[in-house]
């Protein structure tokens, strides 16, 4: 990268607020401060830089050209121009049981989790006692590891001696086989999301903290009720937040794949076979590493549409403030 | 303001007396709903310590109890004899280590570089990196892996865990150290430059301790992110002598499917590490969440 002959003579606009550095004399040295700070900017920037696009869009446009390949990543690539997408619409058995279930999964934590933590945000934010502890509280599974989170949740839904179940037959209920059958398993891994999604319970809370009382007493003078003030102002007031929450929510929830790897191994019966545990699947335990790049590839494009569905509707329900916005 | 309140107060007394009955009953409302939901979070957490500790027999009985009333601690040292606790520790902890340093510093110096520098071509690398947001870690997974196992060669080590995290572990932690360093005063820079400082000087003795909680939300964020991963692991890691946790758990509750109280004394160990860490930094971790949800 050669910076130097690509910044031009901008000194002078930029030489404004320069601390006095250059002591002008005839010569003007060839570090100015300008140069000076856009070469520091530039190697502060080198390693991230670099990497981002050495660990993300390098690859994924590499995803692209690699699905066009049939390769088991010992011999030599053999160039099968669209085969795998042929294959993967036509032949393959798990291709819309994969979609299914990551797009009925990813709905189902992203919907159960935005309602749950707004929900306990709204209580916390309430004049109750000890709310520090509180919120602690509802942030503790957040910070457990995934796979201990998984283990922990298998036993609780395990089919005789499970918590879940010992309760149903306490209330005189069948036991209910949460991860085994195929209706339930999304819904009983959804929950475990839902569980833990404490991070958005303390962002929302936060937002909710920085709605100014004035609007809700105006408002108030005004006679809204409760249920008004929250929904034309509290809401519009916090979409960002909500925004920003679900898009992260949405992002997370499609890429699940570790339920898949720790419990279920994409049972029962395909119902919980999502892109993410597919696209392992293939490239690692049945090294078609070609057909799997299909996989990412198509899976990049899923992901795309959704991101772009909620970016694109998001200027209907978006509310920025008008002032002050930062 | 005061005085506008003082006068409804008189007009509307009787409203208002109302109105805080009302407010009472419902901040009540909410307490119970809040005491409620918060047992049902921890009682996970509870149903597997009291596993852990009770015998097999008696975790299959019916009623179940709720607390263990022998309290049989020999379960721990039991899983300890083929869950090699400590070894599995010492790998986690050295992948951890090295990649949550990394990505903090990285964050650091391209957060400052965004947030205070000038220089060309700034809003579109901003762009480029924003971008990153978005492309899925699925996508990238299989020709990282034959880029670091087959291209570099670094198959069977820890560093294709441990070197991405130079990037800053991803662009949001970039994002948000450049969003607090933004609301640092400049001034401050300034004075500091004029007084001699240096740039880097600047950044570590002044910008830095300024904007500790966002440091503190990244080396949260980026513990959460290895701590949460199996994924990865599973796909670089072939050495039995150099399994992680998240392997181990796997391994373990895969193979002892029918002893659970085994399995949950496991379960208890490894997520002991991150309460532990939770308990002492507890405070300024959602603190600092809180402040980054209101900054970003």
């Known amino acids: 990268m050669d910076i130097r002959k690509q910044v031009p003579d901008i000194k002078g606009v930029l030489g404004m607020n320069n601390g006095g550095q250059i002591k002008s004399g005839r010569h003007k040295p060839f570090l100015t401060n300008s140069r000076k700070e856009a070469i520091t900017a530039y190697l502060c920037l080198i390693p991230a830089f670099l990497g981002l696009s050495m660990i993300s869009y390098i690859p994924t446009l590499s995803a692209f050209v690699l699905s066009l390949f049939k390769w088991n990543g010992m011999t030599s690539p053999e160039f099968i121009g669209f085969d795998n997408y042929k294959e993967m619409f036509t032949i393959d058995i798990y291709f819309t049981d994969s979609l299914k279930a990551t797009l009925v999964y990813a709905f189902l934590a992203v919907i159960g989790s935005m309602i749950y933590s707004l929900f306990i945000a709204i209580l916390l934010n309430m004049n109750i006692p000890a709310r520090p502890l509180w919120r602690s509280i509802f942030f503790v599974p957040y910070m457990l590891p995934a796979i201990g989170v998984y283990t922990t949740w298998r036993w609780l839904y395990e089919l005789n001696y499970g918590l879940f179940n010992h309760i149903n037959r306490m209330l005189g209920l069948p036991p209910v086989k949460y991860l085994e059958s195929p209706k339930n398993v999304l819904p009983s891994l959804a929950l475990i999301a839902v569980w833990c999604a404490g991070n958005l319970i303390v962002i929302f809370l936060a937002g909710l903290q920085n709605v100014p009382g004035v609007y809700q007493e105006a408002a108030e003078i005004d006679g809204a009720n409760s249920w008004q003030r929250f929904w034309y102002i509290t809401i519009p007031y916090m979409s960002p937040i909500i925004f920003y929450n679900l898009l992260m929510a949405l992002i997370i929830n499609l890429q699940v794949v570790t339920p898949a790897l720790a419990i279920t191994n994409g049972g029962p019966q395909n119902a919980s076979m999502f892109m993410s545990y597919l696209i392992y699947r293939y490239a690692f335990t049945k090294y078609k590493i070609g057909y799997a790049a299909a996989y990412a590839a198509i899976f990049f494009v899923l992901v795309g549409i959704f991101t772009a569905i909620l970016f694109a509707t998001s200027k209907y329900w978006l509310f920025y403030e008008e002032e002050g916005g930062k | ?296």
């Open chain 2, 1 to 296: 303001m005061e005085g506008s309140v003082n006068n409804t107060y008189t007009i509307k007394s009787s409203f208002f007396k109302s109105k805080q009955r009302r407010e009472k009953i419902v901040n009540g409302i909410a307490f119970v709903f809040v005491v409620i939901f918060a047992a049902a979070v921890l009682l996970p957490l509870w149903w597997i310590i009291r596993s852990s500790l009770m015998s097999n027999g008696v975790l299959y009985s019916y009623p179940p109890s709720f607390i263990p009333y022998e309290w049989m601690v020999s379960n721990y040292s039991k899983t300890l004899e083929t869950f090699k606790y400590w070894t599995y520790f010492k790998n986690t902890f050295t992948i951890i280590i090295p990649a949550v340093t990394f990505g903090t510093i990285t964050a650091i110096f391209c957060g400052y570089a965004f947030a205070r520098l000038r220089f060309k071509g700034k809003k579109l690398i901003f762009t480029l990196c924003v971008g990153t947001i978005l492309l899925p870690g699925m996508v990238t997974l299989i020709p990282l892996y034959i880029f670091w196992t087959k291209i570099v060669g670094l198959g069977g080590t820890y560093w294709p865990l441990i070197l991405p995290f130079l990037t800053g572990g991803g662009f949001f932690n970039i994002y948000l150290i450049r969003q607090f360093m933004t609301t640092v005063p400049k001034e401050i820079d300034e004075s500091a430059e004029i007084d001699g400082a240096s740039r880097m000087c600047i950044l570590w003795s002044i910008l830095v301790p300024n904007i500790k909680p966002a440091i503190t939300v990244v080396i949260l964020m980026l513990f959460i992110q290895l701590w949460n991963d199996l994924l990865q692991q599973l796909i670089y890691i072939n050495d039995m002598n150099k399994i992680t946790f998240a392997i181990a758990l796997t391994n373990f509750t895969g193979s002892f499917g029918t002893k659970w109280n085994l399995a949950m004394a496991a379960t208890c160990m490894v997520i002991a590490p991150g309460i532990i860490i939770y308990l002492i930094g507890q405070k300024s971790f959602v603190e600092g969440i809180v402040l980054t949800g209101i900054k970003t």
